[in-house]
């Protein structure tokens, strides 16, 4: 049984720094297809960074510069250290995860592609 479960979401000024982060159970996350995404209301979920099965990352580019995607293997835990925030970044951020298929992730931006999802942790920068 698959499960992922974020925290560290929260509130800050622009500027700011949040880092959540979100705990896997159920999964290997050195070996998965894992990433973040975001939802904000009214818009579709996206992609804000990801790490592919071998371990290479890969960033939206509004966030390029910002934010860095981590990963502890023996923690099973996944991170997102998010600087220099700006209000656009508020939304619901969401830990996902898929099983590689022959090492393959799901395409970048396609939310529905992934099996495994956590209840979102909210970041509101204001």
């Known amino acids: 049984h698959v499960q992922l479960v974020e925290s560290g979401g929260g509130s800050v000024q622009p500027g700011g720094s949040l880092g959540p982060s979100c705990a896997g159970s159920?999964?290997?996350?050195?070996?998965?297809?894992m990433a973040w995404f975001r939802q904000s209301s009214g818009k579709e979920r996206e992609e804000v960074a990801r790490?592919?099965?071998?371990?290479?990352?890969t960033y939206a580019d509004f966030v390029q510069g910002r934010f860095t995607i981590s990963k502890d293997n023996e923690d099973n835990t996944l991170y997102l250290q998010m600087n220099s925030l700006k209000p656009e970044d508020t939304a619901m951020y969401y830990c996902?995860?898929?099983?590689?298929?022959?090492?393959?992730?799901?395409?970048?931006?396609?939310?529905?592609?992934?099996?495994?999802w956590g209840q979102g942790t909210q970041v509101t920068v204001s």
């Open positions: 790490f592919d099965s071998v371990g290479r990352t």
């Open positions: 996902a995860a898929d099983p590689p298929w022959e090492s393959l992730c799901p395409p970048i931006g396609a939310p529905d592609e992934f099996d495994y």
């Open positions: 159920g999964l290997t996350v050195s070996t998965y297809c």
